[in-house]
C-alpha cells in the first residue's frame, strides 16, 4: 500500500524552541518523491521542498532542515528556532512512479506560542 | 502572473442550490485536480484531469461533475448542495506523470470556502 502517515496531529510550542515534524510513508516503488507543504492561518498551501528516492542528503534551509532516511521510512521536518510565524498545518505527500496521484498525509498542525 | 487561480474565494449558498467552482493555471501544465480539504484539515483528492481527460475519479457522490474545456482549465459543478459538501476546495496543477517530471510539486490555487446555509 502507499501511504503517508503523520502521527502528530497537533503541537504546541514556545517560540524559540527547537520542533520535529515526522512523516512515515509507505511505498513498494524504488523510485519515488517526497514532498513537504506549509499551509498557514491564511489558507494557502504552499510547497516547501521535495526530495527523490536516491538522494538521503539532507537539506538545510535557514531554520529548516529535512532529514531524510530509507531505512525508517522517513522524511522528518525540524523547524530551528521557531517562530510565531510558523504556525501552521505542514503536509507531508509522497509521489512514486507511474501515477499522477499526490498521497498527503493527515497533516500536523504546529502552534507557535509567543 | 497568478499560477493557480480560482474563483470564487468565498461561496455562501442555500442547500439545494447548485453551484460551479471555475480554475485556471497559467504554468503549461498538463494535469489539473480538485481536493476537498474539511474541517479537520484532511486533504482528499476528488478528480483530476490530464489533457482533458479524467484520469482519477475517487469515491465522490455524482452531484459533483468536473469539467475540463482544456488543460488550463478545470471547473467544478455541484448539484443540490448539501449541508456535508462545506468544505474547502482546492485546485492544483502539476505536469505529466513520466520519470522526469515525477519530482514536480502540485501547485495549489488559494482554495474556495464553500458554506452551506
Known amino acids: 500500500a502507499q501511504k503517508v502517515t503523520q502521527a502528530q496531529t497537533e503541537i504546541s510550542v514556545v517560540e524559540k524552541e527547537d520542533v520535529t515534524l515526522d512523516c512515515v510513508y509507505e511505498?513498494?516503488?524504488?523510485?519515488?518523491?517526497l514532498f513537504w507543504y506549509k499551509q498557514p492561518p491564511s489558507g494557502e498551501l504552499v510547497f516547501l521542498i521535495r526530495?527523490?528516492?536516491?538522494?538521503?542528503q539532507n537539506e538545510i534551509s535557514g531554520r529548516y532542515s529535512w532529514n531524510f532516511q530509507k531505512s525508517t521510512s522517513s522524511f522528518n521536518f525540524t523547524i530551528t528556532a521557531s517562530q510565531v510565524v510558523d504556525s501552521a498545518v505542514y503536509f507531508c505527500?509522497?509521489?512514486?512512479?507511474?501515477?499522477?496521484?499526490?498521497?498527503f498525509g493527515t497533516g500536523t498542525r504546529l502552534k507557535v506560542l509567543a | 502572473d497568478t499560477a493557480v487561480s480560482q474563483t470564487p474565494k468565498y461561496l455562501v449558498t442555500q442547500m439545494g442550490n447548485d453551484k460551479s467552482i471555475k480554475c485556471e493555471q497559467n504554468?503549461?501544465?498538463?494535469?489539473m485536480y480538485w481536493y476537498k480539504q474539511d474541517s479537520k484539515k484532511f486533504l482528499k483528492i476528488m478528480f483530476s484531469?490530464?489533457?482533458?481527460?479524467?484520469?482519477i475519479n475517487e469515491t465522490v457522490p455524482n452531484r459533483f461533475s468536473p469539467k475540463s474545456p482544456d488543460k488550463a482549465h478545470l471547473n467544478l459543478h455541484i448539484n443540490s448542495l448539501e449541508l456535508g459538501d462545506s468544505a474547502v476546495y482546492f485546485c492544483?496543477?502539476?505536469?505529466?506523470?513520466?520519470?522526469?517530471?515525477?519530482?514536480?510539486?502540485?501547485?495549489f490555487g488559494d482554495g474556495t470556502r464553500l458554506s452551506i446555509l
Open positions: 492544483a496543477s502539476s505536469q505529466g506523470v513520466g520519470l522526469r517530471t515525477l519530482n514536480q510539486p502540485q501547485h
Open positions: 511505498t513498494r516503488d524504488t523510485t519515488y518523491y
Open positions: 526530495r527523490n528516492s536516491f538522494d538521503e
Open positions: 505527500a509522497l509521489r512514486y512512479s507511474g501515477t499522477y496521484k499526490y498521497i
Open positions: 504554468l503549461g501544465h498538463d494535469t
Open positions: 484531469y490530464n489533457n482533458k481527460e479524467l484520469i
